[in-house]
Structures are given as structure tokens and as C-alpha cells.
């Protein structure tokens, strides 16, 4: 009888050796997607415009760096990857929200929401696009469930996160042997951008507000940072290798609804 059933199985998901760049990374989705993919053996650059905070979680990582970045300036995008001969993965993740429908949505406004969220996009991958052919690497895109469905009073943030959805299937179409692009498109997460939000918008009423929120998910609650960071690193894997232009929705069965 032979002992090779007893004999541990290889652990899924792994990423030994794999180099990863994740944008807007020292908080939120991106800090955990950054802790998540450490833990699967990468080893990881942390892009922030916030480098101290960036710093903070590398030195908490193994072979983590920190990177200043701006993700809305092509000089400041170069500076921070201008030494870079190699990339096996790229987390788009850097974003932001803006609340207000078409009518009170001011076009300084609706501009900054693009650049951030839609440029950034463009520009941070075309800037490592050759790494990662190189490597026949991974991109993910992190973007919402408000670019597969209409959030109300979100018009600009549901415009740029349906641009993300498009750039990921376009990617893919045009480079589909050569590396995988996905997306993954949350619900409402607890994260600083949420609070954020409840804080600017709702300081008056956020408990009101958050079961709002929540309520929009069936399952009952917010997803958390490392219910995404789970999914990252899974597209990221091996395992994912037949995945490619996909857009997947993560958010507690608010797209099912």
C-alpha cells in the first residue's frame, strides 16, 4: 500500500518569487491585499502617495519596499518605476469616491474622479506593461460593483469604475496568451474610504447611514479588506490561470439582488 496519500499536499495560491506592485497599498484593500500576497510568498512594492504610510506596513512585510507615488502624475509614476527590470503582478487599486448625481457634479469634480480612478489606471500600467509581458504576469483592476450596476448620487464614481471594467476586457483581448487582466469589482467594504465618506457626507447620521450600507447586501454585513485581499491573491495564482478579462463582482449578493 502506498504512503503518498499521507504525504502533505502543496499549499494553493502560492506566489514564491513572484514581485508585485500594489497602488494606493498602505491602507485599506490595497494594505490588505499587500499583507494577503506577502503571506503567499511575494514579495511586494508599496506605491502610495503617502510614503510614510507605505513605509510603516514594508517594514511589517518581508522583502517589502515602499514607493512614493502619485498615481495621477506621469512624472511621479516614472521616478517610481524607473529601476524596475521585472514585474509578475500589478494591483490597480489606488481610488476614489465622490457622492452626487449628474446635476451636482461639478466638472472640477467629475475631472479629479477620472484621473484618479480611470487615468491612473492607464497610466501606471502602460508604464510597467513591458515587465509584466516579460513575465507573462497578472494585472487586477479593483473596481465596484457601481461599474456593472447604477449606485444613486455616485455618477462620477460609477462612470469611472465602468471605464475600469472596459480597460480590463480591452487588455485582455489584445494580450491574451502574452499576460491575464482582471477585475474584481467590491461592494461596500469597511475601509478609510468608507469611513470617509460617513464622515464627510453623514457626520450627522453615520449609524443611520452604515445599516444603510449594509443593508444593500444580503449577506447581512460589509465586506471586509481581507475578503478582497483573498480574491487578489487567488487571480494572481497559478490556479487562476484560465481567468482572464473577467470582471468579478465580491459584494455579498448585492449584483444577485
Known amino acids: 500500500m502506498s504512503n503518498s496519500s499521507s504525504s502533505p499536499l502543496p499549499e494553493a495560491f502560492r506566489l514564491d518569487g513572484k514581485l508585485a506592485l500594489v497602488t494606493g497599498g498602505a491602507s485599506g484593500i490595497g494594505a490588505a491585499s499587500c499583507r494577503e500576497l506577502a503571506r503567499a510568498g511575494a514579495q511586494l512594492l508599496i506605491a502610495d502617495v503617502n510614503l510614510p504610510a507605505a513605509q510603516q506596513l514594508a517594514a511589517q512585510l518581508p522583502g517589502a519596499s515602499a514607493l512614493a507615488m502619485d498615481v495621477t502624475d506621469p512624472a511621479s509614476i516614472a521616478a517610481a518605476t524607473a529601476h524596475l527590470t521585472h514585474l509578475d503582478i500589478l494591483v490597480n487599486n489606488a481610488g476614489i469616491g465622490l457622492v452626487g448625481d449628474i446635476t451636482r457634479t461639478p466638472l472640477a469634480d467629475f475631472e479629479r474622479v477620472m484621473r484618479v480612478n480611470v487615468h491612473s489606471v492607464f497610466l501606471v500600467t502602460q508604464a510597467v506593461f ?6 507573462h504576469g497578472s494585472i ?25 471594467q472596459a480597460m480590463t476586457r480591452q487588455i485582455a483581448v489584445d494580450y491574451p496568451t502574452q499576460l491575464r487582466c482582471n477585475c474584481i469589482a467590491p461592494g461596500t467594504v469597511q475601509t478609510p474610504f468608507v469611513e470617509g465618506y460617513l464622515d464627510k457626507y453623514h457626520a450627522h ?15 447581512g454585513r460589509l465586506g471586509t479588506p481581507e475578503d478582497i485581499a483573498s480574491l487578489v491573491r487567488y487571480l494572481c495564482s497559478r490556479e487562476a490561470e484560465f481567468i482572464n478579462g473577467a470582471v468579478i463582482p465580491i459584494d455579498g449578493g448585492w449584483t444577485a439582488a
Open 140 to 164: 487586477v483592476n479593483i473596481g465596484s460593483v457601481a461599474g456593472s450596476v447604477g449606485v444613486k448620487q455616485r455618477f462620477a464614481y460609477c462612470a469611472s469604475k465602468g471605464a475600469v
Open 130 to 135: 513591458p515587465q509584466l509581458l516579460a513575465a
Open 205 to 219: 447620521e453615520k449609524e443611520k447611514v452604515r445599516a444603510e450600507l449594509v443593508a444593500r447586501q444580503p449577506i
